[in-house]
């Protein structure tokens, strides 16, 4: 497909004011397309304008619970892409609601308007998981490819960027406590991966260079722990804290009263109930080449980016301490 054809294409994209969704409309913005942002609050989507051309993206409301708004947004779009999601309830903001009904909307909403689907699902997307994140990720992926056999599933571990909600939040709690809890040990394993990155690996979707009805699974190049991690954003923002294990069972607890402190405090059951079980890409799916090397992407390391945004967390910013 070529830049001039992609001009005559519209992408929309639900979800599109968050934190990989600045990075995807950026990256379908390079590539000519023409983009419908689908959000709940369009008020709110404004910092994506720059990122295109003048009339090449614009944002409309939709709710993904409202079948109606998830349907007129569709509309002469050829490519529909769903990255709506939470990580904790709150409301009518529920995980079935938000990720299982709401991605089979979109879904029926593409088969409705003839157009293909990516849907951005997780790593450890499961329907028979006790955790109703990865729950309802899982149902999510299962009625996308009822109603949208070809649909391209992607499964990231976790982003990290500059506006992160991973790196940024533990060096925010490093600034103003003496220690960080490790749960479980700090033993789970990880697989960051670079927001940019993922949003590549959906445009190259989005172009049609990927198989319809796969299911690819998104890691950066290294597996790290826990531990590991919490002890590299330490060295890059240059404060020594104290890493305190704590044991699954007293974590529980603890974020049975933390889900409802404000950020970065908080922590619900679910996310510990998360850190049982490692977040890394599969043997299947390095195997079958449904990863980001399988499919020509070279993946960032963490020490290529997260440097360049942690550095605000250190006691003297981005320069050297004259006594260091």
């Known amino acids: 497909m070529t830049a001039q054809s992609n001009s005559d294409t519209l992408v929309t994209v639900y979800g599109g004011s968050g934190f990989l969704g600045r990075h995807l409309v950026r990256a379908l913005a390079k590539r000519d397309y023409r983009i419908r942002v689908a959000v709940r609050r369009p008020e709110l989507a404004f910092h994506l304008q720059p990122l295109g051309r003048v009339g090449q993206i614009h944002a409309v409301q939709a709710n993904i619970r409202d079948p109606r708004s998830v349907e007129a947004a569709a509309r002469d779009a050829s490519v529909l892409i769903n990255l709506v999601g939470i990580m904790q309830e709150g409301g009518r903001q529920r995980f079935n609601a938000v990720h299982a009904y709401g991605a089979e909307q979109v879904a029926l909403a593409a088969n409705a308007h003839g157009a293909r689907m990516v849907h951005v699902s997780a790593i450890g997307a499961d329907e028979n998981s006790q955790v109703g994140y990865a729950r309802?990720?899982?149902?999510?992926?299962?009625?996308?490819?009822?109603?949208?056999?070809?649909?391209?599933?992607?499964?990231?571990?976790?982003?990290?960027?500059?506006?992160?909600?991973?790196?940024?939040?533990?060096?925010?709690?490093?600034?103003?406590?003496?220690?960080?809890?490790?749960?479980?040990?700090?033993?789970?394993?990880?697989?960051?991966?670079?927001?940019?990155?993922?949003?590549?690996?959906?445009?190259?979707?989005?172009?049609?260079?990927?198989?319809?009805?796969?299911?690819?699974?998104?890691?950066?190049?290294?597996?790290?722990?826990?531990?590991?991690?919490?002890?590299?954003?330490?060295?890059?923002?240059?404060?020594?804290?104290?890493?305190?294990?704590?044991?699954?069972f007293a974590a529980h607890i603890k974020a049975l009263l933390l889900q409802f402190a404000p950020a970065p405090f908080t922590l619900t059951p679910g996310q510990v109930d998360?850190?049982?079980?490692?977040?890394?890409?599969?043997?299947?799916?390095?195997?079958?080449?449904?990863?980001?090397?399988?499919?020509?992407?070279?993946?960032?390391?963490i020490e290529a980016i997260v440097p360049s945004y942690l550095w605000r967390f250190r006691k003297t910013g981005q320069f050297k301490s004259r006594a260091a």
Request: proline share 9%; no cysteine; hydrophobic share 45%.
């Open 274 to 301: 998360l850190l049982r079980n490692d977040n890394i890409v599969s043997d299947n799916a390095i195997a079958e080449k449904r990863t980001l090397p399988g499919i020509g992407i070279v993946p960032e390391p």
């Open 136 to 248: 309802s990720k899982g149902t999510a992926e299962r009625l996308v490819l009822a109603a949208q056999p070809q649909a391209v599933i992607m499964r990231p571990s976790i982003m990290f960027g500059p506006e992160d909600d991973f790196f940024n939040r533990f060096a925010t709690l490093a600034r103003i406590s003496p220690f960080l809890p490790l749960i479980g040990g700090g033993h789970t394993r990880f697989q960051p991966v670079f927001v940019g990155d993922v949003a590549t690996a959906v445009a190259d979707a989005v172009d049609g260079k990927l198989q319809g009805g796969a299911t690819y699974e998104l890691g950066g190049p290294a597996v790290k722990s826990f531990k590991e991690l919490m002890q590299y954003m330490l060295a890059t923002i240059e404060r020594k804290r104290l890493l305190v294990p704590v044991p699954f």
